[in-house]
């Protein structure tokens, strides 16, 4: 079994920043991908940001140039540095991480979110 865990999320003006943080446990061999989605007005879930387990990250280009995904793969953990935040940021944001088991198959395993408010 496998737990993700969302840390960071809050309300902050436009222009601000806040890290968001997400970490995986219990039975992992290696994860290949974590990332992030959001789910804004309208509930669609779309993709954020990813990273690989040897850091190569790809973003959105919603978010290119503001946002910044990085990895602590000792830690099973991700980050998502947003900077420059816009109302239009306002979601919930998922954490995902794509796990493979001591036995068994590859899987994803999601976070509950954390709510991010862009507003003054």
């Known amino acids: 079994q496998v737990k993700v865990v969302e840390s960071g999320g809050g309300l902050v003006e436009p222009g601000g920043s806040l890290t968001l943080s997400c970490t995986a446990s219990g039975d992992i061999l290696e994860i290949t991908y974590m990332g992030w989605y959001r789910q804004g007005v309208g509930n669609h879930h779309d993709p954020v940001a990813r990273i690989t387990?040897?850091?190569g990250p790809a973003l959105a280009d919603s978010v290119k140039g503001r946002f910044t995904i990085s990895r602590d793969n000792e830690k099973n953990t991700v980050y998502l540095q947003m900077n420059s935040l816009k109302p239009e940021d306002t979601a919930v944001y998922l954490c995902?991480?794509?796990?493979?088991?001591?036995?068994?198959?590859?899987?994803?395993y999601w976070g509950q979110g954390t709510q991010v408010?862009?507003?003054?």
């Open 53 to 55: 387990s040897k850091g």
């Open 96 to 108: 995902y991480a794509d796990v493979v088991p001591q036995e068994g198959d590859q899987s994803t």
């Open 117 to 120: 408010t862009v507003s003054s």
